[in-house]
């Protein structure tokens, strides 16, 4: 076999089957189901649609495929990055329809802006649950509801405030 189908191999036997799938959303814990409702409420805020259509989505993509769920990869992290991940996808489709195109430089701010925003969260690749709590403040959610909606106790969210602050410390001029 070649590198490159080994690689493909050993990745696809690394993903869940949508038979799999289907039995861990069964097997969720009352509090992990909770969980995944709160994270899609608050990336619900930034989207034009309400929760249920995110968790609708977000099953309906890991089941047909277009999300591959790993082994191993706890159920609430999945679907929070499922969830997050579309909620970024549907706020751009939301922003780009308010773009006034009769105001010249418009197009090119929001450009920017969404630029800026993809390195900004591009810093955190590596910390799904700071890239989360990166983005509920920058949409002006409590510290409190980000810790909640993250599962961390108080230290650990101070830790992750701490990380976020100072990447981007090394961020600015």
């Known amino acids: 076999m070649s590198d490159l189908a080994t690689e493909q191999h050993d990745s696809s036997a690394n ?8 039995r861990e959303i069964k097997a969720l814990r009352d509090s992990e189901k909770i ?3 709160k994270i899609a409420r ?3 805020r930034k989207t034009p649609y309400g929760y249920e259509d995110l968790l609708q989505e977000a099953y309906s ?3 047909d495929g277009r999300r591959a769920w790993n082994r191993g990869v ?3 992290l999945f679907f929070g990055g499922v969830i997050r991940s579309l909620a970024w996808e549907w706020k751009n489709e939301f922003v780009n329809e308010e773009i006034d195109l009769d105001d010249e430089g418009a197009q090119e701010r929001g450009t ?8 900004i969260m591009a810093l955190f690749d590596d910390d799904p649950i700071a890239q989360r709590i990166l983005e509920g403040m920058m949409e002006g959610v409590k510290g409190e509801e980000l810790q909640e909606a993250n599962g961390l106790s108080p230290t650990e969210y101070e830790t992750k405030r701490k990380k976020i602050r100072r990447r981007l410390e090394k961020l600015a001029p």
Request: charged share 20%; glycine share 4%.
């Open 15 to 22: 993903r869940l089957s949508a038979g799999e799938i289907i």
């Open 35 to 37: 969980a995944i409702v």
């Open 42 to 44: 608050l990336y619900a």
């Open 61 to 63: 993509r890991a089941l």
């Open 74 to 76: 706890p159920a609430v």
């Open 112 to 119: 920017i802006a969404k630029i800026d925003l993809m390195k």
